[in-house]
């Protein structure tokens, strides 16, 4: 009999499995379905050809600022990447079933909650870090904003390279089409809720653009 902990491993192998799949298979048909070559969503999204063509094999679990480019690149959110092939009405889902898309050197994770598509992009994320983790962000799409609820610890928000302290209880919102981060700020891990919306269309970093998204 395989102990607990053998079993969560299992579990998150599949999830991971399961994510890279589903990944592949979208980026398949969102690129075929804009007649794009590797070449062209390289140059529109910042990510290399040969990358690509890994995603699409399923054979890398591409990072989150990966994901962010090619979803921004197809003007969809990161969750439209990892939606199974089978579409329903209505979802509940747990949050130790999302995928975790983010891991600190330390422990800490970012988890997609959910997110939806229409009529601008937004995602619901659970990020949790430990005292000394860090993440930096690239600029997201021009109008992208930001809105962090910190439910333990302190968290160090940089945006434009100022830091901003939000603790326990607060919320911050800011403009996210510029760099910007997080940290845990004390001793304590840093537990925070977060959502993300972008204006829709596809963006293209070669020319900093947006536009309109196939109906």
């Not at 005292?131 to 945006?159: F, K, M, N, W, Y």
């Not at 919320?171 to 925070?192: C, K, M, N, Q, S």
């Amino acid at each position: 009999m395989r102990s607990p902990a053998a079993i969560g491993t299992t579990a998150a192998v599949i999830a991971v499995t399961d994510a890279t799949t589903a990944v592949a298979r979208q980026v398949h048909e969102l690129r075929a379905a804009r007649g794009w070559s590797f070449e062209e969503l390289a140059g529109r999204s910042g990510v290399s050809k040969g990358m690509l063509v890994q995603i699409e094999g399923a054979r890398t679990n591409p990072s989150i600022g990966t994901l962010c480019r090619v979803a921004d690149a197809f003007g969809v959110s990161i969750a439209r990447l990892l939606e199974p092939a089978e579409e329903h009405s209505v979802r509940i889902s747990a949050s130790a079933a999302a995928p975790i898309l983010w891991r600190g050197d330390r422990g800490g994770t970012a988890r997609l909650l959910n997110g939806l598509g229409e009529p601008d992009l937004v995602e619901l994320w659970e990020w949790r870090l430990e005292p000394g983790e860090a993440h930096a962000s690239p600029d997201h799409p021009r109008g992208t904003r930001e809105i962090l609820h910190v439910l333990a610890g302190t968290a160090a928000v940089t945006v434009d390279g100022v830091d901003h302290h939000v603790r326990a209880g607060e919320t911050i919102e800011f403009h996210a089409d510029r760099e910007h981060g997080y940290r845990a700020a004390g001793a304590e891990p840093v537990r925070l809720v977060m959502v993300v919306v972008t204006p829709s269309g596809e963006w293209d970093r070669r020319t900093r653009s947006r536009g309109p998204r196939p109906s």
